[in-house]
C-alpha cells in the first residue's frame, strides 16, 4: 500500500501540503551556512574549580559541579494520599458511617484537621497541592475540560508556579504520582500531543495512573511515565484500579530503597475514589447492606450528633436545610428530593447506590493500607509525613435521582428510575457508571449547605485531613480546629524538609506563595487561634470569602447560565461560632458584609479570579479550545495507532457527520473497524458473523441503535456511515436518520439520536482496528480486534460533501493497494 497516496487521495485530507526545504537552514536551527558555535573551551565551566591542561595527568578534576543536591541526613518521606469527592462526614474517622481502618489509625497516631478546606472542585485544589498557590494563580479555576481562554481560567499552569516536585527533586527528594492527574490540558491527553504538563514534565520522576478527570475502576485509561498502556489484567482475573495504584506505590518505593535506601522520597498517591463511577469488590459493598436503608436525612441527623461527640463539631452545632438555596437561585439538578416522597423503588436503589460508594471507600483504603504496611515493615513509616485527604466535598453530579451512567450528568441528559432499578443487582460492576443523587451527597458533606462546586459554603470545601509523622508530632490521636486550605500544604511540607520556593526558577520570576504553613499547630492545642487569615473562594460562579472566623457568601448556584452576578444576595457567617454556616449574620452586621465584599474582589483581581463563569455543564465541556493541530472537518485514522483521546478526536456531537473505511475482507474477517467511546455511550462500526455492524450506544441506554447488512463475501469494501441531522431534542441530543453502506449502496437505514456531550470523561478514545477498554456494544468483547482481513484507513467527516462523492474518493484510494 502506498500510504502517500491514500492521504491525497481519500478525502482529499490536506489542501495543500507544504514542502520542508533545507534552504536556508542547517541542523543546527540557524539560518545560512553560519558554523556551528562552540560550546566549551579548555577553561571549562564557570562553575568548575579544578585545572584542565592538555595532558589529563597534569590536571585537576572537581566533581563539585556534577555532584547531585543531596537531602539532609534525616529528611522524612513525605506521602500525599489524596481521596476524590469525599466531606467530613462519610468517614468513620470524622463520625460518619464509611469504615475506614487505616486511616482511623494514622489518626490515632497523628492530628485530624476539623476545619481545613479546598476549592470545591478536583483540578483547583489538585493545582493548590501541586503549587502551593491559589488556583486561579495556576490557571485552574475549573476543571481542565470547562479552560475558558482567561489567564485564571487558562487550564494550564504558568511557569511562575513552580511545583512542590520540582523543588523537592532538586534537593535530593525522589518523586513519585500515581493515581489521578487531571490538570492536564485535554487537548494534550493524546499520544501525539505536548507533554509539558504531563506529570514527568511537573517535576515528577515517575507516574502511574490517569490523566483525566475520572476513570473506569475496571477498565483504567492507564499512563506509564509517558506512555499510554493497558491495565495489566482483567477484572475476572481480580484488577481494580485501587488495588493496581497500592501496586506499583509499593514498587516504587521498594525499587528506590533498593539502590538508593539514604534518599527520601515524595510521593502523591491519587486513587479513584471516591469519585465516580463508584466502583467496587462485591464483598467490600456487601459490608453496608442495610446501613443506608433509613435514608439520607435520617443519616445527616445521626451523624452530626456522632461528630459532635468526637469533638469534630462543637456543641450545639446546627443542621443546614437539604436544600438551602432560594428556588429562583437554585440549580435544578442539584435538588435534593426528600426521602419521605421516594417511591419503594427509589428508597432501596438509593440506598444501594450509598452502599457501593461506602465499599469503594473502604476498599481503596485496604489498598492504602498495604502501602502503609510496607512502610512499617521495611522501617520507614516512622520518618514518612503522610497527609490524607480529600480534594472536595461529596459530588451532586448524579442528579436528585442517581444514575448508573454519570455520563448523562455531562449530557444534560435526565435519569430514568425504571432504566436504572434494571442495574440494582450489579451496582457498582463492570456494567455500570454509577453515581448516587443529591441526597447522599448533602447527607456526606454535613452539616454544612451543599456539596461539591460550591464554593460559598462548607459543604463543598470542608474535607477530611489526618497528618500522621510519628517522628515529628508528639501529639497522638488529637484533633486541630485551626482554619486551614490546601493551599496550605505546599508550605507545610517545605517548612517541615528545610526547603523554600525560589523568588526566581528556571530563570521565571515565581507567583508567592498564596498559603502559610501549617507546622505550628503540630504542637498546638485543639483551639489555639490560626495562623490563616484570610482564603478566597470562587468556583463555576459560586463565590465566598473567609477571614478571621467570619465568611461572606454569594447566594449564586454553579451551571446554571444565569450570570447576573452583580444582583447576587450575600449571606453572612460568623464561623467561629456557627461552624455548620446555618446562621446568616448580614442584617445584623451590614459593615462586617462589606468589608468581605470589598476584599472578596480585592483578592478576586489580585488571583486571577475574574470574570465569573456559571455556564452549564455542556457549555462549558463543549467550548472549541486551540490545540497544536489546526481545525479541520476532514479526519483519517489507520490502525496500529492508539486511541485518539476525545478532546483532539474528530467531534461529531450535535451534527450530521459520514464515516468511510477501506477494508479487504477474507473468509471470516470480523472484528472493530472504527469504535469510540464505551458501553455508556459510543458508537462502533465492526464485523460479526461476516456481517457489517454500525452500532451508536446513546449514554448506555438500552436497547443500542443497530444497523447490519446482510452477509459480505471477501473482498474489497468501502464501508460506510452516513448521519443526517433533523432536529435537536429537549435535552439537546440530536436525531436524525442513519444510512449504513455496503461501497455506493444502503444496506440499512433508519432513526437514529445521538448525544449532545462527551461519550464519557474516563477517556475511550477513537480506536481503528479494535475497541480500547470498555467495549462500545454489547455485540463483542474487547479488545474485538480486526481479524481475518486488512484495514486500509477510516475516514471521518462533519462537512456536508455528499456521501457518494466521497464513496468515489475512497474507492479511487482502494485501488492503489
Known amino acids: 500500500m502506498k500510504l502517500g497516496s491514500c492521504k491525497l487521495l481519500f478525502f482529499a485530507l490536506v489542501g495543500a501540503i507544504t514542502a520542508f526545504t533545507t534552504t536556508g537552514c542547517n541542523q543546527n536551527g540557524s539560518k545560512g551556512n553560519q558554523p556551528a558555535v562552540a560550546v566549551g573551551d579548555s577553561s571549562g565551566s564557570p562553575a568548575f574549580k579544578g585545572k584542565i591542561e592538555l595532558d589529563v595527568r597534569n590536571s ?30 462519610a468517614w468513620s474517622t470524622y463520625g460518619g458511617a464509611i469504615n475506614m481502618p487505616t486511616l482511623d489509625s494514622l489518626a490515632a497516631g497523628g492530628l485530624t484537621y476539623t476545619q481545613w478546606h479546598t476549592c470545591a472542585l478536583c483540578s483547583p485544589t489538585r493545582s493548590t497541592i501541586l503549587t502551593g498557590r491559589n488556583h486561579t494563580l495556576n490557571g485552574m479555576a475549573a476543571i481542565t475540560e470547562a479552560a475558558n481562554g482567561f489567564p485564571g481560567a487558562s487550564g494550564r499552569i504558568p511557569e511562575q508556579c513552580a511545583t512542590l516536585a520540582d523543588i523537592m527533586k532538586d534537593n535530593g527528594w525522589s518523586t513519585y504520582w500515581l493515581g489521578k492527574d487531571h490538570n492536564v490540558p485535554e487537548q494534550d491527553i493524546a499520544a501525539g500531543a505536548g507533554r509539558s504538563m504531563w506529570p514527568l514534565q511537573m517535576g515528577f520522576e515517575r507516574f502511574y495512573g490517569y490523566l483525566g478527570g475520572e476513570t473506569n475502576q475496571w477498565y483504567p485509561d492507564l499512563v506509564k511515565d509517558n506512555d499510554f498502556i493497558d491495565p495489566p489484567y482483567s477484572p475476572k482475573e481480580g484488577y481494580h484500579l485501587s488495588k493496581d495504584l497500592a501496586d506499583n506505590a509499593i514498587k516504587m518505593i521498594s525499587d528506590q530503597k533498593g539502590s538508593n535506601p539514604s534518599k527520601p522520597w515524595f510521593m502523591w498517591f491519587n486513587p479513584g475514589a471516591n469519585h465516580a463511577p463508584h466502583h467496587a469488590p462485591a464483598e467490600y459493598i456487601a459490608k453496608y447492606k442495610g446501613k443506608f436503608d433509613e435514608g439520607y436525612e435520617a443519616y445527616r441527623s445521626w451523624v452530626l450528633q456522632r461528630m459532635i461527640d468526637k469533638g469534630v463539631l462543637p456543641k450545639g452545632t446546627k443542621l443546614t436545610p437539604i436544600n438551602p438555596m432560594p428556588q429562583d437561585a437554585a440549580n435544578p439538578a442539584d435538588m435534593v428530593r426528600p426521602w419521605n416522597t421516594l417511591s419503594a423503588d427509589e428508597k432501596k436503589l438509593f440506598a444501594h447506590m450509598a452502599e457501593v460508594y461506602a465499599g469503594f471507600s473502604e476498599y481503596t483504603d485496604a489498598q492504602v493500607g498495604r502501602v502503609i504496611q510496607y512502610l512499617k515493615a521495611s522501617g520507614q513509616f516512622d520518618n514518612t509525613v503522610i497527609f490524607y485527604a480529600a480534594d472536595n466535598g461529596a459530588s451532586g453530579e448524579g442528579s436528585p435521582s442517581g444514575s448508573v451512567n454519570e455520563n448523562k450528568f455531562f449530557n444534560g441528559y435526565p435519569d430514568d428510575i425504571a432504566e436504572n432499578m434494571k442495574y440494582m443487582k450489579t451496582l457498582g460492576g463492570p456494567d455500570t457508571y454509577n453515581h448516587y ?33 510519628p517522628k515529628g508530632i508528639k501529639a497522638k490521636g488529637e484533633l486541630r480546629d485551626q482554619y486551614h486550605h490546601s493551599v496550605d500544604i505546599v508550605p507545610t511540607i517545605l517548612d517541615i524538609c528545610g526547603l523554600k520556593m525560589p523568588d526566581v526558577y528556571h530563570g521565571v520570576k515565581q507567583y508567592p506563595l498564596s498559603g502559610v504553613s501549617m507546622k505550628y499547630s503540630f504542637d498546638a492545642k485543639q483551639k489555639d487561634p490560626t495562623q490563616k487569615h484570610v482564603q478566597y473562594y470562587v468556583m463555576l460562579g459560586t463565590r465566598g470569602i473567609w477571614k478571621d472566623g467570619w465568611k461572606a457568601s454569594a447566594v449564586h448556584a454553579p451551571l446554571t447560565g444565569k450570570g447576573n452576578f452583580d444582583k447576587d444576595s450575600w449571606q453572612l457567617y460568623h464561623t467561629d461560632e456557627d461552624r455548620s454556616e446555618s446562621t446568616d449574620l448580614a442584617k445584623q452586621n451590614p459593615e462586617k458584609l462589606k468589608e468581605l465584599q470589598d476584599l472578596w474582589l480585592e483578592e478576586a483581581k489580585k488571583n486571577f479570579g475574574l470574570p465569573l463563569d456559571d455556564r452549564t455543564a455542556v457549555e462549558q465541556l463543549g467550548l472549541e479550545r486551540p490545540a497544536q493541530e489546526p481545525a479541520r472537518d476532514r479526519y483519517i485514522y489507520y490502525p496500529g495507532t492508539e486511541p485518539v483521546p476525545e478532546g483532539v478526536a ?79 431534542g429537549k435535552f439537546g441530543e440530536s436525531t436524525g436518520t442513519l444510512k449504513l453502506y455496503v461501497n455506493d449502496k444502503v444496506v440499512a437505514q433508519g432513526p437514529m439520536r445521538t448525544q449532545s456531550g462527551k461519550f464519557t470523561l474516563s477517556g475511550d478514545g ?29 475516514g471521518v467527516t462533519v462537512e456536508g460533501k455528499p456521501y457518494v462523492d466521497l464513496e468515489a474518493e475512497a474507492k479511487r484510494a482502494m485501488m492503489s493497494y
Open 437 to 469: 443523587p443529591t441526597g447522599w451527597a448533602v447527607a456526606f458533606s454535613s452539616p454544612y449547605q451543599m456539596f461539591k462546586r460550591y464554593s460559598q459554603y462548607s459543604g463543598g470545601t470542608a474535607c477530611p485531613l489526618v497528618i500522621s509523622w
Open 650 to 728: 474528530v467531534n461529531v456531537r450535535g451534527r450530521s457527520y459520514k464515516i468511510l473505511a477501506n477494508v479487504e475482507l477474507k473468509a471470516n474477517a470480523s472484528g472493530v473497524i472504527f469504535a469510540h467511546g464505551s458501553r455508556f455511550g459510543g458508537h462502533s462500526l465492526f464485523i460479526k458473523d461476516r456481517k457489517l455492524y454500525y452500532v451508536y450506544n446513546f449514554l448506555g441506554i438500552k436497547p443500542e441503535q443497530v444497523f447490519s447488512s446482510g452477509p459480505l463475501p471477501p473482498g474489497k469494501y468501502t464501508l460506510g456511515v452516513e448521519f443526517t441531522k433533523d432536529s435537536t
Open 60 to 89: 585537576t578534576a572537581d566533581w563539585t559541579p556534577f555532584v547531585p543536591k543531596q537531602a539532609p541526613a534525616g529528611s522524612p518521606n513525605v506521602l500525599i494520599i489524596l481521596y476524590d469527592d469525599t466531606g467530613e462526614s
Open 766 to 794: 477513537l480506536c481503528i482496528g479494535y475497541d480500547s477498554g470498555d467495549a462500545v456494544s454489547g455485540l463483542y468483547t474487547t479488545p474485538g480486534a480486526f481479524k481475518n482481513g486488512t484495514i486500509q484507513f477510516v
